[in-house]
């Protein structure tokens, strides 16, 4: 180490490097590297740049050699690294992946890493293969046949399509006050509180908190949203039951919509979403005023992605509810904040799928029966 390599950073190379320190997600190692070269351009010493940010005296030689050398990219990322070649061929890897892909042995519910291995031992003529080298092919395919994913398959008959058109001609309409679209739903949300205080973040540093977390129960949002104009009410409930359904209603009819002739519904099929929860709730009377506004729209099953207010669900979990909440005055203080600032920027959902586009794309799930000559 008798070269002695000057690192000189540019303005622009300094605010990657802080930048890349003080967001996202990053290799330690890279990380480091960073710090090295900043520590390094204001001056400090190797000695004092390996021992404050924990690496050995070479791990800085080379990172101030290969950017004096290269550049910035290469100075921060891996360098290439001898070893053994790869231990199964190409044709070998593809027997693997076809393997993994069928049935796994009788008396099995899934293959493992074990039985996999031990079936490339039977099948090529390989003595033995590690765990480590079945599973690094696999996920250089994408493979985790130990794990499975279920999902709902709709039977697209003409039940489906007659729903899912009837939607979609209701969010093509123009707007009319007098006979508005609302979607609606309903979603649980976890109350989780911190058992120990996060440690905020700063310079240089994430914010970090505790893996472990308090659970204080669950409460349910009712969510509504206008087809045709930027407006969007979240309620909080303590349950989800046909009563609290029912008070939803009323309050779309009475306060919400107070001036609506037909306030025209997008819903799912849930049971609690009917005109009986109304009588459940109500005396006759005043179930039947209520529902004398109401037009119900039944999405199809399993098609709850024709629900436009799913949408605005995921942007409210995504920019309100991604974080540890566990008071429920609280949630109601911060869904209540999202709820206006998103109203008040006149927030929509851009819907594109149209019934020409459902039966053009869809052709071929539509009914035999229904399809034009």
């Not at 010493?45 to 021992?51: G, H, K, L, M, V």
């Not at 031990?118 to 493979?143: D, F, I, P, W, Y």
């Not at 206008?226 to 009563?243: G, I, L, S």
């Not at 005109?275 to 009377?285: E, H, I, N, V």
């Amino acid at each position: 180490m008798n070269v002695r390599y000057r690192v000189e950073l540019s303005q622009i190379e300094r605010t990657e490097l802080r930048a890349l320190l003080s967001g996202g997600k990053h290799a330690s190692r890279k990380l480091k590297r960073a710090q090295i070269l900043l520590a390094a351009d204001a001056g400090t010493s190797d000695e004092e740049i390996a021992r404050s940010v924990g690496v050995s005296g070479s791990t800085v030689y080379r990172t101030k050699r290969r950017f004096v050398e290269g550049n910035l990219e290469r100075a921060l990322s891996e360098e290439p690294r001898p070893g053994a070649e790869r231990k199964l061929a190409g044709k070998e890897e593809a027997l693997l992946v076809a393997t993994a892909c069928a049935s796994p042995p009788k008396g099995r519910a899934r293959w493992t890493l074990k039985l996999l291995a031990g079936a490339m031992v039977k099948l090529t003529e390989h003595k033995s293969l590690s765990h480590e080298t079945v599973r690094r092919r696999l996920a250089e395919n994408g493979l985790k046949p130990w794990r499975k994913d279920m999902w709902c398959i709709p039977q697209v008959d003409g039940e489906y399509v007659a729903r899912m058109e009837d939607v979609l001609d209701l969010y093509a309409e123009a707007p009319d006050s007098r006979r508005p679209v609302v979607c609606f739903d309903e979603s649980p949300v976890q109350l989780i509180g911190e058992v120990r205080q996060p440690i905020p973040a700063k310079p240089g540093r994430l914010e970090r908190y505790d893996y472990e977390y308090r659970r204080n129960g669950t409460v349910n949002l009712f969510v509504l949203l206008d087809v045709h104009r930027p407006w969007r009410k979240v309620k909080v409930t303590e349950r989800r039951a046909a009563r609290d359904y029912a008070q939803c209603m009323r309050d779309l009819v009475d306060i919400h919509y107070p001036d609506a002739e037909i306030i025209r519904v997008v819903q799912d099929n849930l049971s609690t979403h009917s005109a009986g929860a109304l009588y459940q709730a109500f005396p006759p009377a005043e179930a039947r005023r209520i529902l004398r506004r109401l037009e119900f729209h039944y999405t199809p099953k399993h098609a709850s992605w024709l629900n436009m207010v799913e949408i605005e669900i995921g942007v409210l979990r995504g920019q309100c509810l991604d974080r540890r909440i566990d008071d429920p005055k609280r949630l109601r203080r911060e869904i209540t904040a999202w709820e206006r600032q998103r109203n008040a920027a006149r927030s929509r959902i851009k819907w594109m799928f149209t019934t020409d586009k459902a039966r053009a794309k869809m052709a071929g799930a539509y009914p035999a029966t229904s399809k034009e000559s």
